[in-house]
């Protein structure tokens, strides 16, 4: 049973929870994803969890057009085309009481996220643990889970606290101050580097990778946790031999010998359309098997040890 909170204590948005997970960290474990990111990357499969705060996402299969969400939003953000709601995602993103919500009894409209408390949180993964078996643990993913670094930071001390294993999937793009002041409770950190020329990442992603590769070396170096790096492979975006190179040159730097590569996919496309916007990612093909093992090829001749998708030690 879920327990009562404290209102004072440290609350945040989340936009989804997945139980028995067994690819983001060594056995099954419980998945939090934290609103916002600081990055815009065009292929992202939660898009969901980009924005800090909940947004309105209208789900087709399970709209009947009866129209209550027009007569129900007070900001006239709502029309109708086809016999089906039009959603003003102008007007709508600065909504703060969402009280179409009220008026949609078949569930078509929902919010990207919940306000949550810390022991909200707590209570669900103690809740999981029974479940977990043998190892199994906590993973903070997202969004990016340490923008709201006080909620984040809270979560994770408590889960350490009680002896929870404590993993975070991180874009990296982000103050070096937010992880100081997780690492203490964290036990592994997966880690994303995505496109090695400045201009690319921009372009892709909407930031920068001055701070990501800054915070890689930080945590090389300062981190005594499992760190591991990751390379969402993107076909015309970062798998050319320039930028696996300078991968390659990077992790000898910092003394790494061990990458993931994850395959583009498109799972996340009918998301966007929820929340009324294009999906980039669509114009970019999936990498075939061939070209995922040419890439791990490429790495283990350079000495660092490569798992493709989810085939990892762990
Ligand atoms: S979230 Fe707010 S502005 Fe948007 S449709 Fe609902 S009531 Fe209207
Ligand atoms: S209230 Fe819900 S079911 Fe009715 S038209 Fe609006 S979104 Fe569709």
Redesign the pocket.
């Known amino acids: 049973m879920i327990s009562g909170t404290d209102h004072h204590e440290t609350k945040g948005y989340v936009f989804d929870i997945q139980g028995l997970s067994v690819h983001d960290g060594p056995g099954c474990r419980t998945l939090i994803f934290l609103n916002g990111c600081t990055l815009h990357c065009f292929w992202c499969s939660n898009p969901e969890g980009i924005c800090s705060k909940p947004s309105l996402m209208?789900f087709s299969s399970?709209?009947?057009?009866?129209?209550?969400?027009?007569k129900?939003c007070p900001h006239h953000a709502?029309y109708f085309e086809n016999n089906?709601?039009v959603i003003d995602r102008q007007i709508c993103s600065s909504c703060e009481k969402h009280a179409?919500l009220d008026?949609?009894?078949?569930g078509?409209?929902r919010l990207s996220g919940k306000e949550m408390s810390v022991t909200e949180i707590i209570n669900l993964i103690q809740r999981d643990r029974n479940y977990w078996g043998t190892g199994g643990g906590l993973t903070l993913t997202g969004g990016e889970p340490l923008l709201q670094i006080d909620f984040a930071e809270e979560i994770l001390r408590r889960c350490h606290d009680a002896y929870i294993h404590t993993a975070i999937e991180t874009c990296g793009h982000i103050p070096w101050e937010n992880f100081q002041k997780v690492l203490p409770f964290l036990d592994w950190i997966f880690f994303d580097l995505k496109q090695f020329d400045n201009n690319d990442h921009k372009n892709g992603t909407s930031g920068g990778n001055a701070l990501i590769l800054e915070n890689a070396r930080l945590l090389s170096r300062h981190f005594t946790g499992r760190l591991i790096f990751r390379l969402p492979l993107i076909p015309g975006f970062n798998d050319s031999e320039e930028n696996i190179a300078a991968l390659i040159q990077f992790l000898h730097e910092i003394d790494r010998t061990e990458i993931n590569i994850l395959p583009l996919h498109h799972l996340g496309r009918e998301k966007y359309r929820m929340l009324g916007k294009e999906y980039p990612g669509i114009h970019y093909l999936l990498p075939s098997d061939e070209q995922m093992r040419k890439v791990a090829f490429r790495f283990k001749e350079a000495g660092i040890s490569c798992y493709v998708g989810s085939e990892t030690p762990f």
């Open positions: 209208w399970k709209c009947i057009g009866c129209g209550n969400c027009l129900g709502v089906k709601p179409c008026e949609c009894y078949t078509a409209l």
